[in-house]
């Protein structure tokens, strides 16, 4: 049976600045653009937590929740050097490693450098090392695959550790409410919540062709999870499914012209990209954000496989166009390619990577 831990730093980019400053230990700290301006929340403190802000809030709607918060524009190449500082304490344990991103990690300790059995134990180690040499804390999720690792890791934060053990899960996986399970976000919870699906328990009633049908192909994902099935193996290596380029303006824009001009120099930054990479793809997806923070996305394929700017533009153009809407001002436009390959041609690689 495997060893998982998943690591989950707390409020990252809000602890390094409070260990940065300790002034500002206690207060509600926002990581983002200020609130007059069109940024947004990065993360924030667990004071400000508690007044209902959150990571992908816009800044202005955080300030509106908690006036008194102090806000702080994000220092990335800070938390990056932080980030590599306890990338380097989970490779002395194991190799495999698998990053989510800069603040949360998977680890396979099955059989790891120093040769310690109780995965338990590793992760108390792990988590005190990280104290010991940054000053941050981090939660922990041990157990037997990633998705429940995942889990436990969030269930007693901030500076928990939770272990599941194969015999505990169900009763776990049948009391998390559906919101809480990986993946499901608030569009897919409310459809699920519809349908009497509010907690694992409800999950687990359903057939495999009933949750198929309800949530697509997901279905057959959480029909095992549900049951503590996760054969995903920590993965060291990723190939991009895709590549996006995007922008958010300092002003709405109703100009169709001008989104054009936009769009093209989105095709042109998105095509440098893939030629750097020496990839391809044949999938076109346009990315528009309103004012209300609507957000739509629209998709073409092509014949063949691109990583031409023209091309890009051209077949973002079409979408854009097709899916214009005067009445209404844009807040964001991005422009993605997918299904990607690689062009193994001299001509297509001659930007050096």
């Given amino acids: 049976m495997k060893k998982i831990i998943h690591i989950d730093m707390d409020a990252f980019f809000a602890a390094i600045e409070i260990r940065e400053n300790p002034r500002l230990k206690g207060k509600c700290v926002i990581v983002g653009g200020p609130p007059n301006s069109r940024g947004v929340v990065s993360t924030c403190s667990y004071e400000a937590r508690k007044f209902g802000v959150h990571s992908g809030m816009s800044s202005y709607q955080a300030w509106n929740l908690c006036p008194e918060a102090i806000f702080i524009h994000p220092h990335f190449n800070l938390y990056k050097k932080v980030s590599h500082q306890i990338r380097e304490i989970f490779y002395q344990w194991t190799d495999l490693v698998e990053p989510l991103s800069l603040d949360e990690a998977y680890l396979d300790v099955t059989e790891n450098k120093l040769g310690e059995d109780d995965a338990v134990k590793i992760a108390k180690l792990i988590k005190a090392e990280i104290l010991e040499k ?47 399970f990986y993946g499901i976000g608030k569009v897919t919870s409310a459809k699920l919540k519809k349908k009497g699906i509010n907690n694992g328990a409800d999950l687990y009633k359903y057939e495999l ?145």
């Fill in 134 to 180: 940054t000053g941050l804390t981090c939660s922990a999720g041990v157990s037997y695959n990633k998705f429940l690792a995942k889990i436990g890791s969030d269930l007693n934060k901030p500076d928990g550790l939770t272990y599941i053990p194969p015999e505990k899960a169900s009763e776990i996986l049948f009391a998390l409410p559906i919101e809480k």
């Fill in 209 to 353: 062709k009933d949750l198929i049908r309800l949530l697509g192909k997901a279905g057959h994902f959480y029909y095992y999870v549900v049951r503590g099935i996760d054969k995903r193996e920590v993965i060291t290596e990723f190939e991009p499914k895709s590549l996006s380029c995007e922008t958010t303006f300092y002003e709405d824009i109703d100009n169709l012209d001008y989104l054009l001009i936009i769009l093209q120099q989105l095709a042109e930054r998105l095509s440098n990209r893939l030629r750097q990479k020496g990839i391809r793809g044949n999938n076109i997806t346009l990315k528009i954000k309103y004012d209300n923070f609507e957000l739509i996305t629209r998709s073409s394929n092509t014949p063949s496989y691109i990583n031409k700017a023209d091309e890009l533009f051209a077949y973002g153009e079409q979408l854009l166009i097709a899916n214009w809407d005067s009445s209404r001002k844009v807040r964001l436009l991005g422009l993605a390619i997918g299904k990607l390959d690689n062009t193994n041609t001299d001509e297509q690689l001659f930007i050096p990577l």
